[in-house]
Nanobody, 115 residues
Framework: QVQLVESGGGLVQAGGSLRLSCAASGNIFTINPMGWYRQAPGKQRELVAIITSIGSTNYADSVKGRFTIVRGTAKNTVYLQMNSLKPEDTAVYYC?????????WGKGTLVTVSS
């Protein structure tokens, strides 16, 4: 079993920054693709950013140039640096990890951007 724990969410004014963290633990011994998704109230969960096992990244158009996903030094740890935040970035942010054809999710961390 694999567990993911996110942290770093909170309340920030528009134009501000936050850094989200996600750490995976459990029965996992390789570097795996990981990603950040978000779900705003009344909307479907959507991709924010992903990073492959070899470090390639991809971003949603809405966050390109503002958000950066990076791996930490610990295996299967990722960060999402969010700059120039907008009210429309308000959502619960979820971390995920893909391993052995299964997708694992964290419980999410709330990001609220005030105007």
């Amino acid at each position: 079993q694999v567990q993911l724990v996110e942290s770093g969410g909170g309340l920030v004014q528009a134009g501000g920054s936050l850094r989200l963290s996600c750490a995976a633990s459990g029965n996992i011994f390789t570097i795996n693709p990981m990603g950040w998704y978000r779900q705003a109230p009344g909307k479907q969960r959507e991709l924010v950013a992903i990073i492959t096992s070899i470090g390639s990244t991809n971003y949603a158009d809405s966050v390109k140039g503002r958000f950066t996903i990076v791996r930490g030094t610990a295996k299967n740890t990722v960060y999402l640096q969010m700059n120039s935040l907008k009210p429309e970035d308000t959502a619960v942010y979820y971390c995920n990890l893909v391993a052995r054809d299964m997708t694992y999710w964290g419980k999410g961390t709330l990001v609220t951007v005030s105007s």
